[in-house]
Structure formats: structure tokens, C-alpha cells
């Protein structure tokens, strides 16, 4: 039998003694996330919420949290699905078969696999330094070996980026048109457009004070679009909010807000679509590697470096020519 307590979003499972049966979930920030998980050894906390503040303290956003905890959910509801119950700490032979399983039951991307094993390897790292577990479980030769991408992930030219910004030029969206605008011309990221805060706008010097993953600050430089969209922006805005983007009902954009902007006017340009954009044309326009690094946040060059090669249509057009 299972009680719900939604005022705390507890959920407990009592056994028919009325005695606490496998497990207590306690939901933390966020609405995937793990918190703590009991036994049958009663109160032998395997992991707790401390999991996520240990995520904060290396550095980890937000949205990497949430995925984390996310990931670790799945896991364990794949340990319940198989086998019953949620083991007691991770073990080896089910984090294998649990790979095996979304390699070849799921057939996960290989991306998404390693996305899945990176969160339970950080898992056991926290639970071997907080004496949770004693061995390792996840190894780093789980994780599965993926083929650099050669081609550039840049997939729309600028005309089309443009015919994009001018559809929301005409629908008169100023709030709209300057988000737009900023994506297409600093690479800013999702997060960090939605985090905005209007003291690190600097419109005179036309820089803007990013705060990116990890609180890692960075100084992004604006053209004059961003500029002239942003104070036309500002002229009609009416909130008090210490955020640059609102809405009606908010003082802060969301992102999925975000994401509900650009379907709205477009089938297959999304803020990533324009980011990919922003740092290939920055390198077609003169910008270095390091620049683009240093305005997209990027904390490997090789990350940037990728744009400097053709687009899969360019390759495409240039094996049709041999």
C-alpha cells in the first residue's frame, strides 16, 4: 500500500505490519531527483539529498543536476522492473547489464549511453567518498567509444537565420525579437539567456557579463543588432524584475518558454541550432578559435575547433563533385 504526501512530496511504502517495506523517496529541488533511498536494514541511507549539493560543490549547473538525478532514477527503476527491488549500493554486474540493456534493448545513442554512465560514475564517486560503498562499479572503460564528428554542427545557412529573425520582427514581438537576436549573434546559451539579469547588461560598453556553467563568469561583446534590439526591448518593458527577459506572468523566462518561442516561428531552428550557428560564422568572420572559445564558453578549444570544418552539406556537395 502506498501513502502519498503531496504537501511534501513523500511518497512511502508500507508493508500490510505497517513497518516501512524497501523504500523512502524523498523528492529533492528538483522533480527527478533522487534523495533518499532506505532498506530493509532500516535506516542505512544509501543516498541522501546531500547527493545533489555534492553536484553543486564540483561545479555542476542546474540542468546538470537534474539530468543526474534523472539518469539515476531510470537506473533504478530498471533495478525495480528487473529484479524487484533497488539494491543496496551500486554493483558491478547490474550497472553491465544495465548498460547492455540501453545499448541493445533501448539502442540508445552511444552519446546517451555515456551520458547515463557518467551520471552513475559520478554517483559512485560520491558514494565511495562518503563510505557508502568500498568498490568501484562503473569503470572508464565502460564508457563507449564514439567517432569524432568531423563535419561542422552547424546546419542552417544565414539567410535562413535571417528570414527567421524577420518573422519575429513582423509579429512585433520586441521581447522576442531581441532573445533571437542575442542567440544569433553571441552563442549565448539557454540557461544563461533565461538567468540574464539586467546589472549585466552593459549597453554603452556593449558587453554583456555571462554566468555561465559551473558560475564560471565570462565577458560576451554585442554588435549593434543586439544592441538596438535590446533597447527596443527596454522601451516597452514593464517589470520590476531583476531579470532582462519576463513575461506577463513571471519575472523570469523559463526554458521552456524559451523553447515555445522558437517553435512558434520556426520547424527546425532551436537556441542550440543558433548557437552551432553563432561559432561558425564567427570563424568565418575572422574570429579565432580562442575568440569564439572565449565568447561561446567553451572550456575545451577543441570544442570550437569543430566548426572550423565544412558542414555535412558541404561535404556532401563535394563528394558529388568527384
Keep these: 500500500m502506498a501513502i502519498s ?20 523517496w524523498l523528492q529533492m529541488l528538483l522533480p527527478f531527483g533522487v534523495i533518499i533511498m532506505m532498506t530493509t536494514e532500516r535506516n542505512r541511507i544509501i543516498m541522501t539529498e546531500q547527493f545533489s549539493e555534492y553536484l553543486r560543490e564540483n561545479g555542476k549547473s542546474e540542468n546538470t543536476i537534474k539530468t543526474y538525478c534523472r539518469n539515476i532514477s531510470l537506473f533504478l527503476k530498471w533495478c525495480r522492473d528487473s529484479f524487484g527491488e533497488e539494491p543496496m549500493r551500486l554493483y558491478r554486474a547490474n550497472v553491465l547489464e544495465y548498460i547492455s540493456y540501453m545499448r541493445n534493448i533501448k539502442q540508445y545513442d552511444p552519446r546517451t549511453v555515456n551520458n547515463h554512465i557518467s ?32 563535419a561542422s554542427p552547424c546546419t542552417v545557412e544565414k539567410k535562413d537565420v535571417e528570414a527567421f529573425r524577420q518573422r519575429l520582427l513582423e509579429h512585433d514581438s520586441k ?9 544569433v549573434y553571441t552563442g549565448i546559451r539557454r540557461s ?26 565570462r565577458i560576451v561583446y554585442i554588435n549593434d543588432k543586439v544592441v538596438h ?14 531579470y532582462l527577459f519576463v513575461s506577463r506572468q513571471s519575472e523570469k523566462l523559463t526554458p521552456s518558454r524559451i523553447n515555445q518561442i522558437f517553435n512558434q516561428y520556426s520547424d527546425s531552428i532551436t537556441p542550440k541550432t543558433l548557437r552551432h550557428y553563432f561559432c561558425s560564422n564567427a570563424l568565418e568572420n575572422g574570429y579565432s578559435i580562442h575568440e569564439v572559445a572565449n565568447q561561446a564558453g567553451h572550456s575545451n578549444v577543441q570544442t570550437t575547433l569543430i566548426y572550423s570544418n565544412p558542414t555535412a552539406k558541404e561535404m556532401k556537395d563535394k563528394a558529388n563533385r568527384l
Excluded: H, W
Excluded at 175 to 183: F, H, S
Design 175 to 183: 521581447r522576442d525579437y531581441a532573445i533571437v537576436t542575442l542567440y
Design 192 to 217: 544563461e539567456c533565461v538567468s540574464l539579469r539586467l546589472d549585466q547588461v552593459d549597453l554603452i560598453s556593449r558587453e554583456i557579463r555571462i554566468v555561465g556553467k559551473g558560475n564560471k563568469q
Design 5 to 24: 504526501y503531496s504537501e511534501l512530496n513523500i511518497i512511502i511504502c508500507i508493508n500490510d505490519e505497517n513497518e516501512l517495506n524497501t523504500i523512502i
Design 119 to 150: 551520471s552513475l560514475k559520478t554517483l559512485n564517486t560520491y558514494l565511495l567518498e562518503n563510505g557508502f560503498q568500498k568498490e568501484s562499479a562503473v569503470l572508464d572503460s565502460d564508457f563507449m567509444k564514439i567517432q569524432i564528428q568531423y
Design 229 to 242: 534590439a535590446i533597447r527596443e526591448y527596454l522601451k516597452e518593458r514593464n517589470s520590476n524584475s531583476p
